[in-house]
């Protein structure tokens, strides 16, 4: 036991973390010297690729010596934190990056203050200290302060400090000796974080920390062995402390695997302190036990924090339905969606009442939802799903909703406009703090009140902004915020948009779509520069007997269209309206698509 470490590496998005466990790797001796060397190799997803944001916990190991050290790549997005919080149990200390530039950030702190109520050690490293805007020992003050401010105890405030370049793998004891290899960072962590404890002889026990999903073996359970050992083949039983009453199940560890490197090696043994893969158990969820036959002994588990918002995932009920995507029925639909839930505690899916073909799905935020749809449609499924909506709760007889700890970095020019614009979505500005020559500002902003607003953030800063925001707590209801300010442009029959059409339309407002796009009545084609909904006939083309003009639709400037990603769709949407996602397009519209009905329904709200 005493060759073992276990380390989790904990950060804010985008501070660096993928890539230094890519040098990690490297300088390990992972790779064969002719082995194809991949950047990022732990965003093994291609949304993770393409996004450059880690979603799911990887594990890997190095080995230095005759030490083994397992390391828990983690995400650093707030959306996906109840990753975080269950892999902080596997292991018995943390290292902690922020990046010598930008600082702690809300991710930084939540995170940090998980790790520190586990009572872990801490190593802390400020990496991208190449970085031409560095200021390391400000840095430095900013983390001292955070790690006082967040209560711990005087061993974690005198925490090593080890100053990185993680792209050109390089690590020093001070800012002012530049570093050669990582080689001070595996001494450290060889030195200062504990080697895993537990009874060898004690009867066997686990705790499930994460799960994969393999189509062959079914669900694998990943966690360390907090005591004994295990052997292939073995009976065991499983249990939960949840739900302490229910009798153990019985089941057989069919397989094992450590982490060697990048790949899961099949073992025959394994003992306590090891972090293993077991495939075997149907059943097994994540927070489960996994002991001995005759020693059911649950582990406590940490409770994942509860969704913030919540989405309706529906079928498909477009004109266009079911001509792109493999999985349409609301059955594949349910099927998929509590598929998602074996893998990701966070993620929360009901039935909705009086609608078979409907599901609210809840989960930890905007980026949280918007990876399972996309990830959703890339597997050829399609889905309509509403705008999203915060989670309230009743806590002392008062309406609560869930607040936003926001963190924006702004040029100084920018940093009135970010304030007038949270203040009027009932933010609350904390502090202001000068960076060089920008401004770093710290508001409480209630969840809802972000919907929409990155968009507006990137206009008002001119594209130089980075927001960030981790969720706080709940508060009571802040009161009434206008979501959309604008209206739609709604396309009003069923055809393909016409360029004739589209130029007539453009005067109305902002554009969706070009020329040639399939459309129908009902569907939102752009945004009106008028606060009401404006119904236009993008498929209207010039009457035949104007022979004079024939050629001149050649001559009518269109106004490129504004593409939108998903979550712009998402933060568009009013309340009245849905999105279409399907494998090739993403289709705004109303939830109710005929226009007659459509205006019955608004008088009927408005009485």
């Known amino acids: 036991m005493d ?46 690729r393409e996004r450059g944001i880690t979603i799911l916990a990887k594990n890997t190991s190095v080995r230095r010596g005759d030490i083994k050290i397992n390391i828990v790549d983690t995400p650093g997005h707030a959306d996906f934190g109840g990753e975080v919080e269950r892999i902080l149990k596997m292991v018995n200390g943390v290292i902690l990056l922020v990046d010598a530039a930008e600082g702690p950030m809300p991710q930084t702190r939540f995170v940090l203050s998980k790790a520190l109520e586990l009572g872990h050690r801490v190593i802390v490293v400020l990496n991208k200290i190449d970085r031409p805007d560095q200021r390391v020992m400000e840095v430095v003050e900013e983390v001292l302060e955070l790690l006082m401010d967040l209560g711990c105890t005087d061993e974690q405030l005198d925490s090593p400090m080890l100053f990185c370049s993680g792209r050109q793998g390089t690590a020093s004891y001070s800012p002012d000796v530049p570093g050669v290899s990582l080689d001070p960072l595996f001494d450290t962590i060889i030195r200062y974080i504990p080697e895993p404890e537990g009874d060898v002889n004690a009867p ?21 062995i907090e005591r004994g050992a295990i052997g292939q083949n073995e009976e065991i039983a499983v249990c939960n402390y949840h739900d302490a009453e229910a009798a153990p199940r019985r089941a057989k560890a069919v397989s094992l695997y450590q982490f060697e490197g ?10 306590v302190g090891n972090i293993i893969a077991m495939s075997g158990i149907g059943d097994i969820s994540i927070g489960d036990t996994i002991c001995a036959p005759g020693h059911a002994d649950p582990l406590p588990f940490v409770k994942i924090s509860a969704p913030t918002i919540e989405m309706t995932f529906s079928v498909n009920d477009s004109p266009f339905a079911g001509r792109e995507g493999k999985f349409v029925t609301s059955r594949q639909l349910r099927e998929r969606l509590l598929r998602e839930t074996l893998k990701d505690v966070s993620l929360k899916v009901k039935d909705v009442e009086n609608a078979s073909d409907s599901f609210n799905v809840a989960g930890r935020g905007e980026m949280h939802l918007s990876i399972l749809i996309e990830t959703m ?5 399609e889905l309509s799903v509403s705008p999203p909506r915060v989670l309230y709760r009743t806590i002392d007889g008062k309406r609560c909703e869930p607040i936003e700890r926001v963190v924006a970095d702004v040029p100084s020019e920018s940093v009135g406009a970010v304030i007038e614009k949270l203040g009027s979505r009932k933010g609350e500005l904390l502090e202001l703090t000068p960076v060089g020559s920008r401004i770093k500002a710290t508001f409480l902003v209630p969840a809802r009140g972000l919907f929409g607003y990155r968009n507006e953030f990137l206009t008002d800063t001119k594209g130089e902004g980075i927001m960030a925001s981790v969720f706080e707590g709940y508060a009571p209801y802040k009161g009434d915020i206008s979501r959309r300010s604008s209206g739609s442009l709604i396309a009003f ?73 998903l979550e712009q769709c998402l933060e568009f949407l009013a309340d009245d309206e849905l999105l279409e996602v399907t494998p090739k397009s993403l289709r705004l519209r109303k939830r109710i698509l005929d226009h007659s009905l459509r205006m019955k329904s608004l008088k009927a709200s408005t009485k």
């Open 3 to 48: 060759k073992l470490r276990n380390v989790a590496i904990i950060a804010h998005v985008d501070h660096g973390k993928t890539t230094l466990v890519d040098e990690m790797l490297k300088q390990s001796g992972t790779y064969h010297e002719n082995q194809e060397v991949v950047e990022r190799v732990m965003d093994s997803g291609d949304l993770e």
């Open 493 to 565: 029959e069923l055809g393909e948009s016409i360029t004739y059409g589209l130029y007539n339309a453009q005067e109305r407002g902002a554009l969706f779509i070009g020329p040639g796009v399939p459309v129908y009545g009902g569907m939102i084609v752009g945004v009106s520069s008028k606060s009401e909904d404006i119904p236009v006939n993008v498929c209207k083309t010039k009457h035949l007997t104007n022979t004079r003009a024939s050629g001149s639709d050649d001559a009518l400037r269109l106004v490129p269209p504004r593409q939108l990603s």
């Open 377 to 381: 449609r890339r597997e050829g499924y």
């Open 204 to 224: 066997f026990q686990m705790l499930v920390s994460s799960i994969d999903y393999n189509e062959f073996v079914g669900r694998i359970a990943i966690g360390r």
């Open 262 to 271: 990048l790949a899961r090696t099949p073992v025959t043994s394994a003992t």
